[in-house]
């Protein structure tokens, strides 16, 4: 069965530090894995997707496939990173499935 | 600018009632998810449709139905609404193609 798990379910990190929410997934086929943001009262977005192998607003995600992970990361969180964040995971594109969420708390 | 809109913010229902949560989107999309938004579950899809008429289990179908009788709008019914269906309900679409998923902003229904 598909699962995505997320351990942490709060984060906490100073403002400057670097940041890591993990994402690990069980699929037993090639998943296309993402990392969508929910900042507060704003609605769900798409933070990055793992083919697309961008940076966006200083995050980084690296799929493995070995570990069968996709954790996110950033070099020096900023206060405005706090929100929640979910992994995510689709076999093409019908059936997605995502983590439980870890919120971020990005303290001043 | 792709906008998904849900038909209420906010909806507080009673047991039993009949409950429909409208949502449409204005670009063109094929694809169409129902999730629902709970604390420390994340997102659970309900239902999806990739086409007029078409629909798909998600993950969670017991106690809810779809209708897509356009593309431009997908509606999910709880025919008998219970208690344990209190949650946040979000709808998404997607273009063909495009994995990335768009949002509404969710409609937080309370049943009592």
């Known amino acids: 069965a598909q699962r995505v798990t997320q351990p942490e379910k709060l984060l906490s990190v100073f403002k400057g530090a670097p940041v890591e929410l993990k994402c690990n997934y069980s699929?037993?086929?090639?998943?296309?894995l993402f990392w969508y943001v929910q900042y507060s009262r704003q609605r769900l977005q798409l933070l990055l997707r793992?083919?697309s192998r961008e940076s966006i607003k200083g995050f980084t995600a690296d799929l493995n496939k070995g570990e069968t992970s996709f954790h996110l990361k950033k070099p020096f969180a900023q206060e405005e990173d706090s929100a929640m964040y979910y992994c995510?995971?689709?076999?093409?594109?019908?059936?997605?499935?995502f983590g439980p969420g870890t919120r971020l708390s990005v303290l001043p | 600018d792709v906008k998904v809109t849900q038909s209420s913010r906010y909806l507080v229902k009673r047991t039993g009632e009949k409950v429909f949560l409208e949502c449409v989107q204005d670009?063109?999309?094929?694809?169409m998810f129902w999730y629902r938004q709970d604390p420390g579950l994340g997102l659970r899809l309900i239902y999806f449709?990739?086409?007029?008429?078409?629909?798909e289990k998600g993950d969670i179908p017991e106690g809810y139905s779809v209708s897509r009788e356009k593309k431009e709008r997908f509606s999910l019914i709880l025919e008998s609404a219970s208690t344990n269906q209190t949650s946040m309900y979000l709808c998404?679409?997607?273009?063909?193609?495009?994995?990335?998923?768009?949002f509404g902003p969710g409609t937080r229904l309370t049943v009592t």
């Open positions: 995510a995971l689709t076999n093409y594109g019908q059936n997605f499935v």
């Open positions: 449709s990739y086409d007029v008429k078409m629909k």
């Open positions: 670009m063109d999309h094929e694809n």
């Open positions: 793992h083919i």
């Open positions: 998404a679409s997607r273009p063909d193609k495009v994995y990335e998923q768009y």
């Open positions: 699929y037993s086929g090639s998943p296309e």
